[in-house]
C-alpha cells in the first residue's frame, strides 16, 4: 500500500493509507479527516496479531491521558508538603510549559540536594512508540546528558532467572542464543514446554514485528512428527492444532514436578553419567537430596503427585518417554515469577543435564528459554 501525504482539498481530507509499527505488529493506518478509522496487517504477516484491530478504538479512548496532570497536592504544596495526599487526591491538568518546568525543577533540587543517584530512570518502556522513540531509552540518555542516574536490575520479565543463570551456567548466553525453531523442527522427537508456547504472548514484541512466526514454526514441528508436552494450568497455553498432550500441573509446583521426573530417571538408571561427570559440577550434591539420603524424603514421582496434582505413573512415563527420544525442554520466562521462582531455572537445567546427550541412544536435550509464555 502507498504512502499518502496529508493533502486538503475544499475542507476535506481525503483517506489516507500511512504504514506504522507497533508492539503488536507493522500495519497500515486507514486515516480519514485527520482521524485513524482502521488498521490492516502487514501483508506479508501469516499470523498478524489480532490486538491491532484495537488501536483506533485504543486511540481515541477516554481512559487515555491527553494533556500533562499533576497531583493536585504536589501541585499546590510542592515535594516537600504535598505527599501526604497520595493514592487519594485528584490529577489536575496543567499546560505542557508547566509541566516541563516542574520536572526540570524537581531534576535540579534532587540532584543538588541528594545526587544523581537519587534519580531513578525508571521508564520500562513498553509504549507502543517503536525503537527510536522507546521511552526508556530517550529518558536514560536524556538522564545521562544530565549527570547519571539509577537504573534497574535486570529486566522485571526475567529478573529472577537472570539473577540465577550465570549461577548454575556460568552466563547468560541461554537467554541470548536459544536453540532456533528451525533446529528444534530438524532435530527433536519430543518437546515438553514447561509453560506452554501461548501464541497469544508472541502478539507482543518490543518496537514490533515484520512477521509473526510462531504459529508458522509450531506447524513445523507438527509436521516433522515432534511430540509436544504442554505443562501448564491452561490448556490454550499451546494452539490445539499442536496436538500437544496437556499436563496441567497445580501453579507453581513445577520445580516439584521436574524432581519427580529426574527421580525416575535416575533410579531407573535412564541418566548419562559420563556426561554429568564430564561437563557438570555439583550432582554428587544433588542426588543424595533428590534420592533422600539427606532428608529421607525420595523425591519421587508419588512424592511429586500430590504436590502436582498429577498421577505417579504419568509422570513415571513421562520421564521414560524423555530418556528414550531426542528430547527439547523449554521453560517459560512465567515460571520463574513466584516465590524461589529462579528454583524452577536451576531444576530445567539439572533435568536436561541429567539427560545429557548420547548420540547411539538417539538421546539429546537443551535448555531453551521462552519468552513471555505460559502462565503455568
Known amino acids: 500500500m502507498p504512502v499518502a501525504c496529508s493533502e486538503q482539498q475544499d475542507g476535506i481530507y481525503y483517506e489516507q493509507i500511512i504504514r506504522h509499527s507497533s508492539h503488536w505488529g507493522a500495519f497500515s493506518a486507514e486515516v480519514e479527516n485527520g482521524r485513524v478509522t482502521g488498521v490492516s496487517p502487514f501483508e506479508k504477516d501469516p499470523y498478524p496479531a489480532e490486538i491491532l484491530n484495537a488501536i483506533p478504538s485504543a486511540l481515541y479512548h477516554e481512559c487515555r491521558v491527553a494533556e500533562p ?17 497520595r493514592g487519594g487526591e485528584p490529577f489536575v491538568p496543567v499546560s505542557w510549559d508547566k509541566a516541563l518546568t516542574l520536572v526540570a525543577e524537581e531534576l535540579l533540587r534532587v540532584k543538588e ?12 518502556g513498553w509504549s507502543s512508540a517503536g525503537r527510536f522513540h522507546h521511552a526508556k531509552t530517550q529518558l536514560q540518555r536524556f538522564l545521562n546528558c544530565h549527570g547519571g542516574f539509577t537504573a534497574q536490575v535486570h529486566s522485571y520479565s526475567i529478573a529472577a532467572g537472570l539473577a540465577i543463570l550465570p549461577h548454575i551456567l556460568g552466563d547468560i548466553r541461554g537467554l541470548r542464543n536459544i536453540t532456533s525453531w528451525r533446529s528444534i523442527a530438524e532435530n527433536s522427537e519430543l518437546f515438553i514446554a514447561f509453560g506452554g ?39 490454550d497455553d499451546t494452539p490445539d492444532f499442536v496436538g ?4 496441567a500441573p497445580r501453579p507453581n509446583t513445577d520445580v516439584a514436578l521436574m524432581l519427580g521426573l529426574a527421580h525416575t530417571i535416575y533410579v531407573e538408571g535412564l541418566h548419562n553419567p559420563d556426561f554429568l561427570a564430564r561437563y557438570c559440577v555439583g550432582f554428587e550434591k544433588f542426588h543424595p537430596y533428590l534420592t533422600g539420603a539427606t532428608d529421607g524424603q525420595p523425591k519421587s514421582a508419588d512424592w511429586a503427585a500430590p ?5 505417579a505413573d504419568t509422570i513415571r512415563g513421562l520421564a521414560r518417554k524423555m530418556a528414550a527420544k531426542r528430547t527439547m525442554i523449554g521453560t517459560s520466562y512465567s515460571l520463574q515469577r513466584g516465590d524461589h521462582g529462579e528454583q524452577t531455572f536451576w531444576m530445567t537445567t539439572t533435568l536436561a543435564a541429567m539427560l545429557g546427550t548420547d548420540w ?11 519468552q513471555h509464555a505460559g502462565s503455568g
Do not use: C
Not at 508456547?197 to 508458522?216: C, D, F, I, L, R
Not at 504436590?307 to 498421577?311: E, H, N, R, S
Open 360 to 370: 547411539s541412544a538417539r538421546r539429546r536435550i537443551r535448555f531453551w528459554l521462552w
Open 113 to 124: 540536594t541528594y545526587g544523581n543517584t537519587a534519580i531513578f530512570g525508571g521508564s520500562y
Open 307 to 311: 504436590i502436582t496434582g498429577i498421577d
Open 244 to 247: 500437544a498432550q496437556w499436563l
Open 69 to 85: 496532570m499533576v497531583r493536585k497536592g504536589w501541585l499546590e504544596n510542592g515535594p516537600t508538603g504535598g505527599g501526604a495526599g
Open 197 to 235: 508456547v501461548g501464541t497469544k504472548n508472541t502478539q507482543v514484541e518490543p518496537g514490533g514485528a515484520g512477521q509473526h512466526s510462531t504459529s508458522y514454526w509450531l506447524h513445523k514441528l507438527k509436521d516433522a512428527g515432534v511430540e509436544v508436552v504442554s505443562v501448564t494450568p491452561l490448556r
